[in-house]
């Protein structure tokens, strides 16, 4: 027999969530594999008479994934993630300070990898480079989907996790990936993810919900389903070169194959925060809402990366302030590795509410324990 999850309920999914369907963790990120576009569907440059844009972005993919693996070996970064944080930063830091003059040099210089007699892989600026690094994550976070079935076995948690919710569920993303977005899709499916903001910004309005977002979370309660916010953005939402939003449906990475096209993601650095003050500003404000409130909250394969202050803060502030006091569940591959227990500590050492912790992965938790109305409090 299953166990029950009862009371109002919030959900963050961190990069653990999707890793049971193939999704990358932290260091899985931008790889070296060369012709690694190729596997991706996406045809190199090499061999042909007219490149194609899918052409272009897969080469830059190819020599941001160098790059960052030439840097991880020389110590001038640790991870993927710290890669691209030190990417957005050079782009926006003075000319004279290190980080933006170490990328300034290998830019200048281009790198040879995975040995010195390797191929040099070179861009031609540094915007160059912080676009090809967007790029490679974006392809990342839309190639581990593609081709995949929401009917396969392995998403059978999922698919039966996503028929149990109900309004009294907020599901709160940190993942680039669509796997919502899949989910939602699936008949049955009780998920509802909600777009990113598309009015005038400004200082008063930044946090409030647009009225098409608003029609969205209404149209949701009504009909008893659970909102997804995805407050890091999403790799089907972009802006084309006319500042349009374009939202697509399902595993649609239109910023790898449409010239101009930015994808409206949150990548580690200083250009998150413009993000979280413009189309993704709403969110932030709803998640706050909807943890103050739960009586449990799930973190289903995360971790509050080090680089990543801002959803510390939303979380550890949100969940000491809220007066229902919630039961803080780890779902964590192994209890034993340091993610899990950084995040243990975290929330043992500043909040007060009670923590259990999940040695299992997030599909056998989905398989074990089932979602229950709000009236059936636990």
């Known amino acids: 027999m299953k166990k029950k999850l009862g009371g109002k309920r919030g959900w963050i999914l961190g990069a653990g969530f999707s890793r049971p369907l193939n999704g990358p963790l ?90 010195d007699e390797s191929d040099l892989y070179k861009l031609t600026t540094l915007e160059d480079l912080v676009n090809a690094g967007r790029e490679a994550v974006v392809a990342d976070c839309w190639k581990f989907l593609d081709g995949q079935k929401v009917s396969e076995d392995r998403w059978l948690p999922y698919r039966k996790w996503a028929e149990s919710l109900t309004r009294d569920d907020t599901i709160i993303s940190f993942n680039y990936d669509a796997v919502p977005e899949i989910l939602m899709a699936h008949p049955g499916s009780k998920l509802v993810v909600i777009p990113p903001k598309d009015n005038e910004l400004n200082e008063e309005n930044k946090r409030i919900m647009d009225d098409r977002q608003q029609f969205v979370v209404r149209k949701a309660t009504e009909n008893d389903r659970a909102i997804v916010l995805k407050l890091h953005g999403s790799i089907n939402w972009s802006r084309d070169k006319f500042d349009r939003l374009k939202v697509a449906e399902g ?75 919630p039961v803080l569940h780890i779902v964590l591959k192994s209890s034993s ?37 709000y009236s059936s409090r636990i």
């Not at 990475?253 to 925060?273: D, M, R």
């Open 26 to 115: 932290l260091d899985d990120l931008l790889r070296f594999l060369p012709k690694w576009v190729v596997k991706a569907g996406l045809p190199t440059i090499e061999g042909k008479e007219n490149p194609t844009l899918e052409d272009f972005f897969a080469l830059r993919s190819e020599v941001a994934r160098a790059y960052c693996r030439y840097g991880m070996a020389q110590g001038h970064w640790s991870n993927p993630e710290e890669f691209i944080d030190h990417l957005e930063s050079a782009a926006v830091y003075d000319p004279k300070s290190s980080i933006r003059r170490t990328i300034q040099s290998l830019v200048k210089s281009g790198v040879h990898w995975p040995k």
């Open 251 to 325: 595993n649609t990475a239109e910023c790898l194959s449409e010239n101009g096209t930015t994808p409206i993601i949150g990548f580690p650095g200083p250009s998150k925060v413009s993000r979280f003050q413009t189309e993704l500003g709403p969110f932030w404000k709803h998640a706050e809402d909807a943890l103050g409130v739960a009586d449990h909250v799930y973190f289903m394969g995360y971790s509050i990366p080090a680089t990543d202050a801002a959803s510390r803060d939303l979380i550890v502030r949100t969940v000491s302030d809220s007066r229902s006091g």
């Open 337 to 373: 590795n340091p993610a899990a227990k950084r995040l243990q500590e975290i929330l043992t050492d500043r909040v007060s509410s009670e923590v259990r912790s999940y040695d299992m992965g997030c599909e056998d938790f989905l398989d074990v324990f089932e979602v229950v109305p």
